[in-house]
């Protein structure tokens, strides 16, 4: 679904009637939908400003996402917001943001409070590698350890920070190993398997609840568009073909569906599936392009809490 | 009634709203420790125990976002630094995600933190450990800001910023810690936004902020012998400002000054004179005029420092300068200082 959801902005994008920056998951999808299917109705998420496929796969609710980077009052902040602040607090979609690494903190929080008033609930930051080369995420990382907190750190390690890579930002060799010294479990996987990824996070909320101590998931991915922007860049000076060829040769859309056949589904019960989400989508769309946009009285609304 | 310092109405306030509201937590570097944030967090850690008021490392940022957690998970955080220049290392996360997370997800989200931070003049705090910075915290939409200078308004604001669903910044003078008046005992809150008149008078209104109340004040009742009668009002809150009372007083006097506990460029003050300017065109029979710090940043050595900061002294010459009078001598009168310490009442 959450791969649907993005081929449609690509396809409607220039049409030039969401007037948003699109920050796109596609390629990266596994993570979100794996790890937010393992934490299923008890956890709580922060997203990056890469969010599509966190908010989808925790909410899967396309029509407030639509709505959404449409501009329009049926979106999840009445149109205000758009791609990059998407949020859905009462389903534990407590916010995506724009500054790198900035959620983490809010994750930790939420974890803090879970400990309090809510056992066995855990809550997940997901974030890019680039995220690792801030202070915050050390300092949350810190913090996490030390509290023993219900806290699950969800790393999407697509390597690239807009067009940089790694090893030109960290002065370590393995993020990992570093994070191996603080006081919680590391996961690391490497299989672009929503199955796979949705196993290690089934061990990890285990482990965090067995332990009293944090979790930290570091998962290799691949971002197939542009950083910004919903353009396939592959011949870009900073993309390497052989890379390029061997992500997309391992595709988790494309695994999930050939293990779906496997595992004996009709091909034709595997379209029909594809065929009901993809009318849902487009329904969505069109009940976005039907809204209103906020009014010019709702710029100042809700600078201050209202009651709902 | 009986009296209570200021630093003991911030405690009072913080132990009434603990057990009000098992949701309330207090935290930040050095708040459960035997010292306790100049004596206003002493023993909450004992009463309330270590998951409701904790020390915390020293990292001011993720603090600051753990607050915004907590809260959209339903608690009610209270974050203190020892001194505002610390918050500097958190505004990100002030303001790039508490003050809009609301604003970005509908309008209905609550988030009630509390930022407490202490502000101002201590025994040589220099440029690092002695800013307000009141404008920054005012200028960003989606945060409330309040800075009271009575013990009465100190316990009163803290109770209703902690109950408040929004964003309160709680700025408060180290040298206010000391002063003693009446405070009612039982729980109670002072309105957020709510300016008060403190003196009343009719050649001159005075708007003064945080620590200046004091001096102004002080420096009213010394103008006051020699016939000039001067109208004192504490905003007690900076943002939302409540400026009706201020715009009615000025209509009324025909002159404002501004003594403001903080740089003056680009400042809370100048922000306060463009509105009675616009409100008040016409009425005025002088220039605005506005005392704050020197601008340079803060020195440590007294000397200088008694340049830096304006007191009362400072306002008595400008309210002398905009009444047209010749300077008193006041080589016998005392003024406030670390050593000569202001206990009160007000």
């Given at each position: 679904m959450t791969r649907r959801c993005e081929e449609t902005i690509v396809r409607i994008y220039p049409d030039d009637e969401m007037?948003?920056?699109?920050?796109?998951?596609?390629?990266?999808?596994?993570?979100?939908?794996?790890?937010?299917?393992?934490?299923?109705?008890?956890g709580d998420v922060v997203a990056s400003y890469r969010s599509h496929a966190t908010y989808l796969a925790q909410t899967e609710d396309h029509g407030s996402f639509f709505g959404e980077l449409h501009g329009r009052v049926n979106g999840t902040a009445d149109g205000k917001s758009g791609s990059m602040h998407l949020a859905d607090i009462p389903k534990g979609m407590l916010g995506s943001t724009g500054i790198v690494a900035a959620g983490i903190p809010v994750a930790v929080g939420a974890a803090f409070a879970n400990k309090q008033n809510s056992p066995g609930r855990i809550a997940a930051a997901f974030f890019g590698d680039g995220a690792t080369d801030e202070g915050v995420f050390w300092e949350s990382l810190n913090v996490s350890c030390a509290m023993g907190l219900p806290m699950m750190f969800v790393c999407e390690d697509n390597d690239l920070a807009v067009h940089t890579r790694k090893s030109h930002r960290q002065g370590f060799n393995s993020l990992v190993e570093v994070v191996k010294k603080y006081r919680c479990s590391v996961y690391e996987d490497d299989t672009n398997d929503v199955e796979s990824i949705y196993a290690m996070t089934r061990s990890a909320i285990a482990q965090i609840i067995a332990m009293g101590t944090p979790?930290?998931?570091?998962?290799?991915?691949?971002?197939?568009?542009?950083p910004c922007g919903t353009t396939m860049d592959s011949d870009a000076?900073?993309?390497?073909?052989?890379?390029?060829?061997?992500?997309?040769?391992?595709?988790?859309?494309?695994?999930?569906?050939?293990?779906?056949?496997?595992?004996?589904?009709?091909?034709?019960?595997?379209?029909?599936?594809e065929n009901e989400i993809n009318a849902a989508i487009l329904a969505s769309v069109a009940a976005a392009k039907a809204a209103a946009h906020p009014t010019p009285q709702q710029l100042y609304y809700g600078v201050f809490y209202e009651a709902p | 009634m009986r009296r209570l310092s200021f630093a003991e109405a911030i405690r009072e306030c913080l132990f009434q709203e603990m057990e009000r509201d098992p949701s309330v937590i207090v935290y930040g570097i050095g708040v459960p420790d035997f010292k306790g944030i100049f004596?206003?967090?002493?023993?909450?850690?004992?009463?309330?125990?270590?998951?409701?008021?904790?020390?915390?490392?020293?990292?001011?940022?993720?603090?600051?976002?753990f607050a915004l957690g907590a809260a959209l998970k339903g608690l009610r955080p209270v974050h203190i630094h020892i001194r505002t220049d610390f918050l500097l290392l958190a505004m990100n996360q002030l303001v790039n995600m508490i003050s809009c997370h609301n604003y970005m997800t509908g309008g209905h989200t609550p988030v009630p933190i509390v930022i407490r931070a202490?502000?101002?003049?201590?025994?040589?705090?220099?440029?690092?450990?002695?800013?307000?910075?009141?404008?920054?915290?005012?200028?960003?939409?989606?945060?409330?800001?309040?800075?009271?200078?009575?013990?009465?308004?100190g316990k009163g604001l803290l109770a209703a910023a902690i109950r408040d669903n929004n964003p309160v910044v709680f700025l408060e003078h180290r040298w206010l810690h000391w002063i003693e008046d009446d405070v009612p005992e039982e729980s109670y809150e002072t309105p957020i936004g709510v300016a008060q008149t403190l003196r009343e008078g009719s050649d001159l209104t005075i708007v003064a902020t945080s620590w200046m109340v004091i001096e102004a004040v002080h420096a009213a009742k010394i103008l006051a012998g020699v016939g000039i009668n001067v109208e004192v009002i504490d905003p007690r809150t900076l943002a939302p400002m409540d400026m009706a009372?201020?715009?009615?007083?000025?209509?009324?006097?025909?002159?404002?000054?501004?003594?403001?506990y903080d740089w003056l460029n680009s400042g809370l003050s100048a922000e306060i004179a463009a509105d009675v300017g616009v409100a008040c065109f016409g009425r005025l029979k002088q220039p605005i005029e506005r005392v704050g710090f020197a601008p340079t940043p803060c020195p440590t050595v007294r000397t200088l420092e008694n340049h830096f900061y304006p007191n009362a002294e400072t306002i008595v010459r400008m309210a002398e300068k905009m009444l047209q009078r010749a300077p008193m001598d006041l080589s016998g009168v005392d003024f406030f200082s670390h050593e000569r310490r202001f206990r009160g009442p007000l």
């Amino acid at each position: 679904m959450t791969r649907r959801c993005e081929e449609t902005i690509v396809r409607i994008y220039p049409d030039d009637e969401m007037k948003t920056p699109m920050h796109m998951s596609m390629g990266q999808e596994a993570v979100a939908v794996g790890v937010c299917r393992a934490l299923g109705n008890n956890g709580d998420v922060v997203a990056s400003y890469r969010s599509h496929a966190t908010y989808l796969a925790q909410t899967e609710d396309h029509g407030s996402f639509f709505g959404e980077l449409h501009g329009r009052v049926n979106g999840t902040a009445d149109g205000k917001s758009g791609s990059m602040h998407l949020a859905d607090i009462p389903k534990g979609m407590l916010g995506s943001t724009g500054i790198v690494a900035a959620g983490i903190p809010v994750a930790v929080g939420a974890a803090f409070a879970n400990k309090q008033n809510s056992p066995g609930r855990i809550a997940a930051a997901f974030f890019g590698d680039g995220a690792t080369d801030e202070g915050v995420f050390w300092e949350s990382l810190n913090v996490s350890c030390a509290m023993g907190l219900p806290m699950m750190f969800v790393c999407e390690d697509n390597d690239l920070a807009v067009h940089t890579r790694k090893s030109h930002r960290q002065g370590f060799n393995s993020l990992v190993e570093v994070v191996k010294k603080y006081r919680c479990s590391v996961y690391e996987d490497d299989t672009n398997d929503v199955e796979s990824i949705y196993a290690m996070t089934r061990s990890a909320i285990a482990q965090i609840i067995a332990m009293g101590t944090p979790a930290f998931l570091n998962v290799k991915t691949y971002r197939y568009l542009e950083p910004c922007g919903t353009t396939m860049d592959s011949d870009a000076p900073y993309r390497r073909a052989e890379e390029d060829a061997y992500w997309k040769g391992r595709d988790c859309v494309a695994l999930q569906r050939a293990r779906l056949l496997a595992n004996g589904l009709a091909e034709k019960d595997v379209v029909a599936v594809e065929n009901e989400i993809n009318a849902a989508i487009l329904a969505s769309v069109a009940a976005a392009k039907a809204a209103a946009h906020p009014t010019p009285q709702q710029l100042y609304y809700g600078v201050f809490y209202e009651a709902p | 009634m009986r009296r209570l310092s200021f630093a003991e109405a911030i405690r009072e306030c913080l132990f009434q709203e603990m057990e009000r509201d098992p949701s309330v937590i207090v935290y930040g570097i050095g708040v459960p420790d035997f010292k306790g944030i100049f004596g206003t967090t002493v023993g909450l850690g004992e009463k309330f125990g270590p998951q409701r008021c904790f020390d915390t490392p020293l990292s001011e940022d993720i603090m600051t976002g753990f607050a915004l957690g907590a809260a959209l998970k339903g608690l009610r955080p209270v974050h203190i630094h020892i001194r505002t220049d610390f918050l500097l290392l958190a505004m990100n996360q002030l303001v790039n995600m508490i003050s809009c997370h609301n604003y970005m997800t509908g309008g209905h989200t609550p988030v009630p933190i509390v930022i407490r931070a202490i502000i101002g003049r201590g025994w040589g705090q220099g440029a690092q450990h002695s800013k307000s910075l009141f404008n920054y915290f005012t200028h960003i939409p989606g945060l409330k800001v309040v800075a009271p200078a009575t013990p009465r308004d100190g316990k009163g604001l803290l109770a209703a910023a902690i109950r408040d669903n929004n964003p309160v910044v709680f700025l408060e003078h180290r040298w206010l810690h000391w002063i003693e008046d009446d405070v009612p005992e039982e729980s109670y809150e002072t309105p957020i936004g709510v300016a008060q008149t403190l003196r009343e008078g009719s050649d001159l209104t005075i708007v003064a902020t945080s620590w200046m109340v004091i001096e102004a004040v002080h420096a009213a009742k010394i103008l006051a012998g020699v016939g000039i009668n001067v109208e004192v009002i504490d905003p007690r809150t900076l943002a939302p400002m409540d400026m009706a009372p201020i715009i009615a007083s000025v209509k009324k006097t025909g002159r404002l000054l501004i003594a403001d506990y903080d740089w003056l460029n680009s400042g809370l003050s100048a922000e306060i004179a463009a509105d009675v300017g616009v409100a008040c065109f016409g009425r005025l029979k002088q220039p605005i005029e506005r005392v704050g710090f020197a601008p340079t940043p803060c020195p440590t050595v007294r000397t200088l420092e008694n340049h830096f900061y304006p007191n009362a002294e400072t306002i008595v010459r400008m309210a002398e300068k905009m009444l047209q009078r010749a300077p008193m001598d006041l080589s016998g009168v005392d003024f406030f200082s670390h050593e000569r310490r202001f206990r009160g009442p007000l």
